[in-house]
Nanobody, 121 residues
């Protein structure tokens, strides 16, 4: 059984910083792309950032220059450093990962349980 367990998040004033992490646990043979999505009240789920297993990154325009995604392949962990946070960044942040459990199975997509990030004064 593979699980994505998120940590971090919380509450911060506008302009502040927060970080979230997501560790994949269980039997994992290989990890592929990992990323972060967010879901704000009244809005659709949206991509925040993704990172390939080689370290290539892509960011949504609304977080470019403020958020940084990184990963530790040995730990099957992805991180998101969020700086210069704005109230509109308030959302539940979800980790997403493409993982292959064994050499004999195809890769599958997994989601974390979500962690709340609130930006307000």
């Amino acid at each position: 059984q593979v699980q994505l367990v998120e940590s971090g998040g919380g509450w911060v004033h506008p302009g502040g910083s927060l970080s979230v992490a997501c560790a994949a646990s269980g039997s994992i043979c290989r990890n592929y792309a990992m990323g972060w999505y967010r879901h704000a009240p009244g809005k659709q789920l949206e991509l925040v950032a993704i990172i390939s297993n080689g370290g290539s990154t892509n960011y949504a325009d609304y977080v470019k220059g403020r958020f940084t995604i990184s990963r530790d392949n040995a730990k099957n962990t992805v991180y998101l450093q969020m700086n210069s946070l704005k109230p509109e960044d308030t959302a539940v942040y979800y980790c997403n990962a493409d993982l292959q459990r064994t050499m004999f199975t195809q890769r599958s997509n997994y989601w974390g349980q979500g962690t709340q990030v609130t930006v307000s004064s």
